[in-house]
């Protein structure tokens, strides 16, 4: 008996095994070639992708998140709620399981981005960055990072999901952080996840991940994360790489749903730039930032995706009428605003809590223009625990609390440059040089201190002769003579007419030139940026001269200062100067047509025909 | 022992040769459908996706909800739930245009109610068409939920897999809801606050069901993820559309009998009506009345009187006006999460 039964386990065993064996060389017979090859697919995807992925550590065992790096040389992004309590250094996994030392580079609290960069390799893998704007719903995705810090084995987590939602708006939450036009995904984020990349299928970064709604469902996924789309950031790239602490846009008008359901101005600043641009109270948005405007959600996205100084095209309707216009969008608030809110401690926390702040957005500054009624209701997500309900669920790690800012190691201290109003001076310093050495290698004028006389004409108007002295500046234009005395305040002589000061404008430009960004004053990097009729975004450098204050715009593959604009009063038109024409003169390269602007209409075009130089002077050259 | 060991092999043989069994006769069969992708599955449904905004907005009780447009004539298929209780019930089509939505007519028993808007203009799921799935099926959920579109915004898509199909375990303790048949749970996390009347497809975007309310289990303290097949809902969506639970108040050639019934002789007084739709709870029951007799308590929501929706307070008053006091008045009442049904005869009463 117990033979036979033995016998009989044998063999339903071998069957079995036999079975098991055969269904599967079945399954493998039967499995469409497509859904092998997508399989494939995604596996290399996420191997690509997992090797750009960072596991953010703060220092002192405060917290951490996830990031990605972007660049060889080490930038890589986080949430700015990440990267707040870990200072101006951390430490950063990859799964190559090494640790790198990483160094804050700069903030955008309002977009709740950081940039930080990872040290000790020119050579790191880095993400492809995707159009996120081609983004779908539906679309399959996935998230690598650092949820509840668990890759304390430095290899991160990977959580795939489908794209539930694009051109989302998520309401400030706490005091700045704000998600416009962000992606909206089933993929799990969870505490931690936090300024870790989200992928597309194909392994590239669409966004970063950093918000949930979570309501009462305590602070674990529910199935909806929101990722910062990797365009809005590319939007922000060289403000980052600025080391500032970065600020986002109004367009000094607020914008409402009428009755008819059209997204209408409800209110403007009569000392915005879009009023100057002719906006009115009551005009109809049709479009903004190249979008189409449907709801004030729509519109709150785009205003969302661009830094404060951009200009963009608005297009809006009065009556039977359409505009056009290219708007300068305004910054939130004042650098001191910025500065009080991104250092209060109740901000909410990053790191392994980090995702939704407790306090509502309802102290927004008083300066800010409201930003309209909703044409809907809509729920801001509450992360509070409801501890009313038993059995208490899961936590996740508990914040550590703040302490004393862990003193930043040696090697990472020589990239790290102290200053007020900036998260990282030292890159902000590194741009400006790069930029101006770039610039000079072409355009040498340092020490060229004297007389520059600019002689030329204006098309169909008549000659023109520009005496830029060392007291005074003197200029014959077709239209008459004038002069500006600098000795003066600058603001108040604009001349010619009609320019809004080109002559003070040529006279800060000679000033940059003669005697570089060190001596010139306080001129610093202010990030990349759109030029009116160019295409693509040029390097900014801004300085103060006198009570000017002017824009320095910079081609980063030519190097070459291809405009400037010169603000006499911050609310105001400036007037705008474009350079073209480049030619050698006595061995440096100079512009020879001057295109000229101020508000809405075109000054002038001067033909430079002769630049009369003095010597160089033997003054110290600056560094 | 020998016993032990007799059974236990028994068991051991019986186990393997299922096992055995279960594995020559596993024929896979897999299908992969190449030419449907999400995105383009999640743009056809959009069109039929419905938001829905009314009461609420206080803490912890959202003003919003989700639909789907079930015919031509503008019906939405939605959640019966307190959003509803109001004269202003605004359904923002996929479009963007915005309506103020009519209720049809519910059913408390399923939870569900039928709205509709005045379009003829709209795309929409035939309930009838709806197809059912089993366990390890491929879903897609369309909702709203969070309130996080607005406009002509596209609702949010989630996807996940049936888990399983099985009767909804409701009772007190557990899933606080009147709902008692069958559910497809979902291992995605789909039941979050403003999903509930959204629209559960299949990965071609087929109906499948309806997202149900927010449940959590109060014992697990976990939320469910489900859906109400359609098939379970056909019947009543027939009945709504039908006319059949609409109040006989709102129209005027109804003949009215000489002694009707009235809330005073059947010992029910209700809550003050302050509101332009309140809702009918009961304040006070008169002792030794019908209405005692037969266990109607204070704070009952009455729901239907004979299966007429009394959405308010003065629809009740008008009902039991059309019914004759000769015969008796068909109570619906929610008590708590609990469904009751009384039958109020005036000769009960003193």
Known sequence: ?623 | MFQLNHYTTKRSLACLLGTALLLLAAKPSLSYDQGTSFSAVSSSVQSKMVKIYGAGGIKGLEAYQSGFLISEQGHILTVWSYVLDTDYITAVLDDGRKFQAKLVGADPRLEIAVLQVETDRVDFFAPKAAIDLEAGDRVLAFSNLYGVATGDEPTSVLHGIVSAKTPLDARRGAFKTTYRGPVLILDAMTNNPGAAGGALTNREGKLVGILGKELRNALTNTWLNYAIPMSELNQAIDDILAGKTRPRSVDDSVKRPDHPHSLHKLGILLVPDLLTKTPPFVDRVRSNSAAAKKGLKADDLILFVNDRMAESCKTLKDELSLIDRIDSVHLIIQRGQELLELELKLSDGT
């Open chain 1, 1 to 623: 008996m117990k033979r036979l039964t033995r016998w009989c386990i044998y063999s339903l065993t071998l069957a079995a095994t036999a079975g098991m064996a055969e269904p599967s060389g079945l399954l493998a017979q039967e499995i469409p070639e497509a859904v092998i090859k997508a399989e494939q697919q995604r596996i290399q995807a996420i191997a690509r992708a997992t090797t750009s992925a960072v596991s953010v550590f703060a220092n002192g065992g405060k917290g951490g998140g996830s990031g990605v790096v972007i660049t060889p040389d080490g930038y890589a992004l986080t949430n700015f709620h990440v990267a707040k309590p870990a200072g101006s250094a951390m430490k950063c996994s990859m799964s190559d399981n090494r640790l790198y030392d990483a160094v804050i580079v700069g903030i955008d609290p309002v977009g709740d981005v950081a940039m930080i960069k990872l040290l000790g390799r020119d050579d790191f893998p880095c993400a492809t960055l995707a159009d996120s704007d081609q983004v779908q719903v539906g679309d399959w995705c996935f998230a690598i990072g650092n949820p509840f810090l668990l890759a304390t084995d430095f290899q991160p987590t990977v959580t795939y999901g489908i794209v539930s939602g694009v051109h989302r708006y998520q309401y400030p939450a706490g005091t700045l952080l704000e998600y416009a036009d962000c992606i909206q995904t089933d993929a799990s984020i969870n505490p931690g996840n936090s300024g870790g990349p989200l992928f597309n299928a194909n392994g590239d970064l669409i966004g970063i991940n950093g918000r949930g709604s979570f309501e009462k469902r305590g602070r674990v996924n529910v199935g909806v994360g929101y990722a910062i789309s990797i365009n809005q950031i590319k939007h922000f790239m060289g403000y980052l790489r600025s080391g500032r602490i970065v600020d986002h846009a109004t367009l000094g008008a607020t914008v409402a749903t009428d009755e008819r359901g059209r997204v209408i101005i409800s209110n403007i600043l009569e000392s915005s730039d879009a009023y100057r641009r002719g906006l009115r109270y009551g005009d109809e948005v049709i479009s903004f930032g190249n979008r189409r405007i449907t709801t004030v959600n729509g519109f709150k996205n785009v205003l969302g995706i661009f830094p404060r100084g951009w200009r963009v095209p608005l297009e809006y309707r009065r009556d039977t009428e359409t505009f056009e216009a290219f708007v300068r969008l305004s910054g939130v608030h004042s650098p001191e605003q910025l500065l009080a809110k991104i250092q209060r401690p109740a901000q909410p926390g990053p790191g392994p809590n980090p995702d939704k702040p407790k306090d509502k957005p309802k102290d927004k500054p008083k300066d800010e223009p409201k930003d309209e009624p909703k044409d809907e209701p809509k729920d801001e997500p509450k992360d509070e625990p409801d501890d009313n309900r038993k059995p208490p669920r899961p936590q996740p790690p508990r914040r550590p609390q703040a302490g004393p800012a862990p003193k930043i190691p040696a090697h990472v201290a020589k990239y790290f440059k102290a200053r007020r109003g900036y998260a990282n001076y030292y890159f902000n310093l590194l741009n400006r040089d790069r930029i101006w050495n770039r610039f000079s290698e072409e355009t040498d004028c340092l020490r060229l201190n004297g007389k520059w006389t600019l002689s030329g004409t204006i098309p169909n108007r008549g000659d023109v002769e520009i005496i830029l002295d060392q007291e005074e500046i003197r200029a014959d234009f077709p239209q008459g003579q004038v002069k500006v005395d600098l000795t003066k305040d600058f603001d108040t002589q604009l001349a010619p007419a009609g320019s809004g000061g080109l002559l003070v404008a040529l006279q800060v430009w000679k000033k940059l030139l003669t005697e570089g960004p060190a001596q010139f004053g306080d001129v610093y990097y202010l990030g990349t940026a759109p030029v009116l009729n160019q295409k693509g975004v040029f390097d900014i450098l801004i300085g103060t001269r006198n009570v000017v204050e002017t824009r320095f715009m910079f081609d980063p593959q030519s190097g070459q200062m291809i405009g400037l604009e010169m603000f006499p009063d911050l609310s105001l038109d400036p007037c705008e100067i474009l350079f073209a024409d480049y030619r050698d003169v006595q061995g440096r390269s100079l512009p020879h047509l001057l295109k000229i602007r101020y508000g809405n209409n075109d000054f002038a075009q001067i033909q430079l025909t002769n630049y009369a130089l003095p010597q160089a002077s033997a003054e110290k050259k600056s560094p």
